[in-house]
């Protein structure tokens, strides 16, 4: 699934008149991509509730009857355009945007507001065949036919020139049609393909010149004298194999050239907005976890969107929260959904499991939420893939949901929605770390060592914050500003980069205060081991050495504030202590070592974990630290139940499919039922409320 957002509209000369559009003016110098100077732009007090529409899928007469159902529901942004490339233009140069000006001019007649997508992916087939350095070559030399979407080699100088001229064409279109209001770029870019052409050999062979400038360099960046595979001129560069075998400096590096080559063709996009529609900000729908390809979207966030955007499928709340928090990123805007969950892939709908999603995102910093999708799909790889509409036209129970959802939340808009305050913590995520820890299948002691999946070990130091309700911001520390949290976490930041360090020093140094868990800081930026004493770079910031570590025949026993703890993975590290004091020791290890370790540095303090995160241990040290910075717990909740305090308001989500009861102190009327609860409320599965 998934769409991209961009600002599109305008019409053939009789239609602008015809509906009081503005004709097409003159480009406008570049911008800057942040929302800041910006007071038009969507934010505080504007909640937008709609759905991703196709109307590539529907005739003239049904579009006039979708959009009757979507503005008898109170919907008032649709995204559209994405997917659909050559509907504006067939073939090479011949662009046709009518019949898209004719679906705006409808949906603006009826009060609704349109993202519009640039949809540079898929490419069309005529772009494929006229030009085959599109078509994606696989790593055994074979050539594909463009037999799935995102099955586009998006390096290719063709494709990235062709991409800008729609880019371009649309936004000199549409950038000042009055019913649009964001723009998007290349849906669900990330969750494309690599490709192993000679041409992109070569375009590897120049982004490694580029960041190694010699041969020597490189040389030594990829650890070549292992092996005897030292490498004499560029000429003798291959392309690592994305699914193995290889070393892992090489492999990095690959990830890294794929996840610029999909920032550089978002930067073309971004390139052509300043110059052609600086006045509209871009909300597009990212895919950057993307197991099949990815990007580095924290350390490019602030260079290709004004809001964190996303779709938005959860599963389980814990995983939801930190999915969403890692798409707003540093940004100070509200997340917009550009895909929300409604019905699904052989999925008909849950009643009640969208109203319960849309209220927990609106918790999470949401402002925009968009069912995926309008209408079921009759074809493609999505045939089976239920919307709000019915097969056969007719609107499901699912039009009422997300009706009643629009409802509500035009009242909630006038009540602090969507929020804006600042989180408290931050906790690293490192795209570097993620792929060097998952490599390829082939000779490798990296798992061997690294046994765990670094994602979860980030949700599990996340876990504990999520529990207690405390808003935490899930960043990139070696590109983001550290000194707005009051606390910051390091949890199995096994690439400890330059950047990264020197921002952990310099937070620490001005009076912060971190917490960095074992498997941290064990190699540099090339993917290779520190041979400094570890953790490498801030081995003096911690005030101790981890060199030698162990696994343990029993889960761990910690003593922490005269408790005893039990963690769950039996990795431990001996803790050599400099200037670090022990503040925990291990119980059952054969050296009774110390488990956690202070020090002060600087103005402030940096507390080591000796083992890997996990709740029963990082979490009662997480909040051991609440008191002294000052960092406030939200609503005590029961399990799977998320609130936020919002302008002296309560709201409580039971993300559970059962009931749960949340007891409070006095009596308190709710918002949504107009009901009076005495010291408690019982929240029906799915429940929501926000009391006063």
Known sequence: MGHRSARLVGLTLALMLATGLPPVVQPSPAQAQSAAGHPDWPGKGQLFVGACYQPIDRSPEQVRQDIAIMKAAGFNLVRMGDLSWDSFEPEEGRFTFEWFDEVIAQMHAAGIKVIVDIPGQPAPIWLHKRYPGVDLVNQDGARLNAATRYWDNISDPDYRRLAR??????????????????VGYDNEIGNGQVSYSTADRERFVTWLQKKYGTIEALNKAWATQRWSRRVNSWDEVDLPYIRGPGPNERYLDLRRYWSDDAIGALKDLEGVRKQYAPNLPVASNFWPTASTKGFDYLRSWDQVSTYGAQGFYPGDALGAG???MMNRAAHETPVWFNEFTAGGGGFYGDPGRSRMWAYFGLLYYGQTFLAWTFNSHIGGEEQALFGLVDHDGRPSWKVDEFGRIASEFQTLKTLGFPRDRQPQVAVNYSFDTMWLTSPPPGPNTMQEYFKGN????VKAAYQPLFEDNIDAAVIDFGHDRLDKYKLIV?????????????????YVADGGTVVMTGYSAKVD??????????????ADVFGLRTNAFYRHWEPLKVQFNGETLTGGDTYYEVLELGAAKPLATFENTPEKSAAVAINHFGKGQAIYLATAAQPGLIGPLLRSLYPELGIERGPETPKGVVARVVEGRTMYVNTNNAPATVTFSGSKSGVL?????????????????LLQ
Do not use: C
């Open 322 to 324: 930190f999915e969403v």
């Open 525 to 538: 930026e090339t993917g290779k081991w520190f041979e400094t004493p570890l953790p490498g770079r801030l």
């Open 454 to 457: 670094y994602t979860e070990q």
């Open 673 to 689: 039922t107009h009901q009076t609860y005495a010291g408690k409320i019982n929240l029906k599965p799915y429940g929501v409320e």
């Open 165 to 182: 001229r729609l880019g371009q064409k649309m936004m000199e279109r549409y950038a000042h049609n009055p019913a649009v209001i964001a």
């Open 490 to 506: 390091l949890s199995s930041a096994y690439v400890m980069d330059a950047q990264t360090a020197a921002a952990v020093r310099k």
